[in-house]
């Protein structure tokens, strides 16, 4: 009879890794959680778990008490080191993946299918012309000038469809959680969500492979969040070869963090802007200044990786380097920054409202069952408009470089954007540009493949940051004299305003918008640019755009995916209560299921466990007076534990967790009372409500329970806090999973 | 009767600014705490002050309550930009100042006294020579040379003497809180330390004005510590205008916090350096976004300021402005760098140990007692060695700006630094300079004269790198065709290695050491140098350090100051316990001073609050259970109004806290449960050490309680955390203030 329990009931533990080489661990018997995907961890239990595992290390004897920590931090670092190289060999591969789909679409190596435009005309002279790289119309010898451009036209366009196609099929197929960005869903595993199919080896190599292809079929969307979700993956692959990574979330999470932090440094090519990333968007590196730093090295090494592989042989981290003739810049051009500003806060909440609405209507319409359809269709319309508009027709990086660069006579002109007469013209086709990629990234980003949003979100403030900044060239050029450009050269054609660097300024104002962040914008930025001396304006605009953006809607597009998604995530607001206090936001004791210290038996407790599945239960004493808290894996594993070693087991015994039983015979109760929680924190239910959202935010339990001189009076968990927090969002929860897989 | 209990007892009360003008604060009324200089905030207290201000605010009617919060709101921001302004404008003031005074030990100008020697020579055709800019002997009319020379020494030590001697002078008489850096002091406070008096305008106008006077005499000091001090006193003294934040304490710390980074960003010329200096040194933005935001804000204005009022005509925010002529490294040069990281980890601790001996020493010797003869002296001798040892005459800006430069032969040779025959000579000097500079920085940083150690450090780096990269261009020079230098163009004519940069990364290496800081050092050093293409050798010297430095002692120079000092500030270390629980920690119910719930008599209570200076009292019941806590500012303030508001009150009178004594008869008892705190932390005293302290560093409550099924167990206070996190110090506690002031 026992045994029949043991099987029903312990299917899940066994099943549980820990348990599969057959024997207990030695270091945390009976204290090692399981959690599902879609829960979220207790903070205070796995620290506690961590630390008696510290203890058992340092408690064995002699050489091996000494020996055994170090080792245990020497693996850490492995694990962050190993990623750093691994994500920042991946991401220079990555790049030059790219780069060689991306040119197959105009066309091949006369001698060699594998090698790219550039590989395939180095070595030339200066001025020599390069006749191995062959357009699709010239290797088929096509001469009408007509058939020449419909035939480019339709590779182009049936190879973007292809590639993309491509992603979407693997992704749909293969990893669905390999799909958009990936980083809200790292913010919440960091704060705590348990999402291990999000990390697997094979969402790794799809989310890799598709963003190769997706980045190569010019769709409008950008590398950098997934290849952050790709670097959290290798991690994730690396520290499964240790058994303290595997069997502690919280260590676990410390190495992710390293390696978000990594995929940062190694997408823009920013290592400090990385560990920034990491510290204020992902909200992670606040706790600890150990996880800072491993973030910081895992950055570094992520980075000389990356220039080590060197994949285009420049040996430049710096992606858009950016020379601006003249170091200074003058007050009266704090009047088109700020202005960009205002119009990154605007566009940059616009462009939020309008992904969330359209992210709605395919989750509602008959989108949602055409996935790969809806990539292929928007593909298809992309890179159709792109081949018409003429910026938009090169990869969006290229278009960027572009962008920020100044104007410089030995130079080539990008597409006319230099040329003094056509400046109507150009302002124009930039502004059109930039609507373009507006609806175009609203729409992919969210699509059924991989697809970052910042590098969209950088061409859309460039296109607009230069449209201004050719605004006021035109405007001084028109009127060098007026009082505003008094601080000019009084002779026009001495350069006075640089229009590429309006470029950088625009972008900083709609990254702003969008991500609502702040420093590690302006550190990936200069960064990004190389123009540290600038670092003020960038800021200044910035700054304007975050105001601006906040006055429209508090929350940046990942913190709303989060929203949308109900990942467990408390966001790092400020929470102000209207005088509620923790008693409005609790479960009162009357809806609580609770185990009664000494009256429940060993069937009703294994009734109980099978018939709820809540994480755990607090225990009371008769009259309700509060013992401690126990999670369901710890009764569960203490019953099976008990059921296995003692044959005289009855169902009828009584499960004891405090002192108080001590009369009732060993043979008619089970101690369990090394189930309760360690670390359990009581309020009052009189307390601010906001200091409740504090400590849930500052020291991340699972749960806090209320107390009245020593009464249970009710419990707060993390999911009824997440809820409070996402309240004012209209469409929380509008996107999240549909079976609780 | 009563009435002298009043008076006796409130006299402190009386003082207290919220009841200065006679009448109680229309929103918090009995709710603002008093602390004194030397105590701890309770940050739980402060906000729910805060909220309560919040409320009161929101729930005024009509306009007003619409309107208020948001004045509420404009107020911070106009501290906090006003703050960065001035700051920005008194750090470019100070520039010029300290120029003058500096050049005024090598001579005057002939038509202006007040001008330097750049602005007495502006103007000059290029190549003419300035002959309106006299040496002192030239001005005298001196022939002979060794009179020339002679008189010039005499006048150079002679005014070094003067100037430090007038710093010292001014610190020791009227502002003695002006002496040292300043930024242990600033943590502290921001940590919930209460120092008023070390915020006042005359410590301002003192440390400000003895800055400039001690960094133009030449001592091994910088300037970029007290800035940060001056910026938070001029951040106090606006902020005072407004109430809300005279009345919180947490209000004030957030823009004080503001300030600090506003300090940095002029010091450096390094507007993110500041926001991340801190978020890393002062540990304040790690709790909430928005305090980074204004913190960003603050820098931002701050070096906006700085470059309008354009001291020097360069309308340049880097400093140390390095050109290296060649973007790239090579991978041999990690082997002295990262010899450079380590270096600079054995000296950072070093110089910290050393520094720390000679506190001790002068503080336990006849020094003690004569500070301005020490500051004297020290200069003195500091001015003597500096005038002989041909580096170190200059100041140490102009110094270090020297060392990062690369030789140019088109530009000046510094000392005959770019003498290709003279490197030994060079090698030697610069190692004898840094050794020089070790000395005397590690007994001018504590002397009673505002002194920095961040400039002082980036020279003895700057010095060993430079001779660490002479030492690897001879070798190169010596064997260019070695297989180490293969990397290198066969030609040694060609540059392949630059001294200045290897300056800049043992500049790195040794702030590294020193402060142990990380990210925000890399940011500063390359704001400062505009060195962003090599950020990834900075972030590797740096990391090198810090791990040297651990290894030998894991604390920076500031937090061995302040457990010197004993400020009460919580360490953001990773604490580990080995098994001890809150019990060891706590001081158990029978030595603690409780309040009996409806037992004390007034007459007791009024005893109590007399005889104990304790911040507050636990509230128990007969059972001793638990039934709140209540400050001893709040039970006075009650005691007191209820003394001039009820005739009758007599002191026989109980005093009840809770519902249960409702059966009295409301003439014999006196209701004080308005004084209980709201937010009061419970734990059981069973819960590990590691959470305790944790829970301290997140939350910064001033205690927590332990109850055990409701009773009263015990009480940890933070000092009692404090003392823990700091137990390892040797010296702990070696400089605290010898009275309790």
């Known amino acids: 009879m026992p045994i029949d329990h043991t099987s029903t009931l312990f299917h899940d533990g066994e099943q549980y890794e820990l348990t599969e080489d057959g024997h207990l661990p030695p270091f945390t018997p009976a204290r090692t959680p399981k959690y599902k995907d879609g829960s979220s961890i207790d903070w205070l239990h796995e620290e506690a778990a961590e630390r008696e595992r510290d203890h058992a290390l340092h408690s064995q004897a002699g050489v091996r008490g000494a020996l055994l920590p170090a080792i245990e931090s020497a693996r850490m670092w492995v694990v962050v080191i190993v990623t750093g190289m691994g994500i920042g060999m991946a991401g220079a591969w990555l790049d030059v993946l790219v780069k060689w789909l991306g040119d197959l679409r105009e066309g091949r190596c006369s001698y060699g299918f594998f090698y790219n435009s550039v590989a395939c005309c180095s070595g030339l002279d200066p001025g020599e012309v390069c006749k191995d790289w062959e357009t699709w119309s010239d290797y088929l010898h096509i001469k009408s000038v007509f058939a020449h451009s419909l035939l480019q036209a339709f590779v182009y366009v049936a190879l973007a469809i292809v590639f993309a196609g491509a992603a979407a099929l693997l992704v749909v197929n293969y990893a669905p959680y390999a799909f958009h960005t990936g980083i ?61 990574f595997r069997h502690n979330e919280a260590s676990k999470r410390r190495v992710l963090a390293a390696a978000a932090a990594a995929g940062v440094s190694v997408a823009f090519g920013s290592p400090l802007g990385g560990v920034l990333f990491g510290l204020e968007e992902l909200d992670t590196f606040a706790n600890e200044t150990d996880v800072m730093w491993r973030g910081f090295v895992a950055s570094a090494v992520a980075a000389v990786a ?80 792109s081949y018409l508009v003429v910026f938009a027709r090169v990869q969006t990086s290229e278009l960027v470089a572009n962008l920020f660069q100044e104007c410089d006579p030995t130079k080539g002109d990008y597409h006319g954007l230099c040329n003094p007469t056509a400046t109507r013209q150009n302002i124009f086709l930039l502004i059109l540009t930039a609507l373009m990629k507006m609806a175009l990234t609203s729409w992919t980003f969210g699509m059924s493949i991989p697809a970052g949003i910042f590098l969209p979100t950088i061409a859309i403030g460039a296109c607009l940051g230069r449209a201004m900044g050719l605004v006021t060239q035109s405007l001084y050029r028109a009127y060098p004299t007026a009082w505003m450009f008094l601080s000019c050269p009084p002779d026009p054609s001495v350069r006075c305003i640089s229009p590429g660097f309006y470029a950088v300024i625009g972008a900083s104002a709609m990254l702003g918008g969008v991500t609502r962040m702040t420093i ?179 020291l991340n339990p699972r749960q806090i329970v209320f107390t009245h001189a020593g009464k249970l009076t009710g419990m707060v968990t993390k999911t009824d806090v997440v809820a409070l927090l996402t309240s004012h969002f209209p469409h929380a929860a509008a996107l999240a999973e549909r079976s609780g897989s």
Request: charge should be neutral.
């Open 184 to 244: 809200p869903e790292i913010k919440a595993i960091l704060g705590g969500y348990v999402f291990d199919s999000f990390l697997t080896p094979w969402t790794l190599l799809i989310k890799a492979l598709g963003l190769a292809l997706t980045v190569a079929s010019g769709l409008s969307l950008g590398k950098e969040g997934p290849l952050v979700h790709v670097s959290c993956c290798m991690a994730y692959l690396v520290s499964r070869l240790f058994k303290q």
């Open 306 to 385: 990356l220039q080590w592989v060197n994949p285009f042989g420049t040996a430049k981290l710096v992606l858009f380097q950016v020379t601006f003739v003249d170091d200074t810049w003058r007050a009266f051009e704090l009047i088109p920054w700020i202005t960009l500003g205002v119009i990154g806060g605007v566009l940059g909440s616009l462009l939020i409202r309008l992904n969330v609405e359209i992210a709605i209507f395919r989750r509602q319409s008959v989108l949602a069952d055409w996935p790969i359809l809806e990539v292929v269709s928007v593909s298809a319309f992309t890179a159709a408009m």
């Open 520 to 698: 590690s914008l302006v550190v990936i930025l200069f960064e990004l640019t190389g123009a540290l001396s600038h670092v003020l304006p960038i800021m200044i605009s910035v700054m304007t755009s975050k105001w601006v953006g906040d006055a429209l809607g508090k929350d940046g597009i990942y913190a709303v995916w989060i929203a949308m998604r109900r990942y467990p995530w408390l966001p790092p607001v400020d929470y102000r209560d209207r005088g509620e206090t923790g008693a409005t936001l609790m479960k009162p004791l009357a809806s609580l299921f609770v185990i009664e210290d000494g009256k429940t038996t060993v069937k009703e407790m294994i009734q109980l466990l099978e018939k709820h599945e809540f994480h755990g239960f607090p225990v009371v004493d008769r009259h309700s007076e509060f013992v401690g808290y126990a999670t369901r894996e710890e009764l569960q594993l203490a019953i099976s534990n008990a059921l296995l070693s003692e044959e005289a087991l009855t169902s009828r015994r009584i499960c004891t967790f405090s002192q108080n039983h001590l009369r009732i015979h060993a043979d008619e109760r089970l101690d369990l009372s090394g189930t309760l929680e360690q670390a359990v924190i009581q309020l009052r239910k009189e307390v601010p409500q906001e200091l409740v959202v504090k400590m849930f935010q500052k």
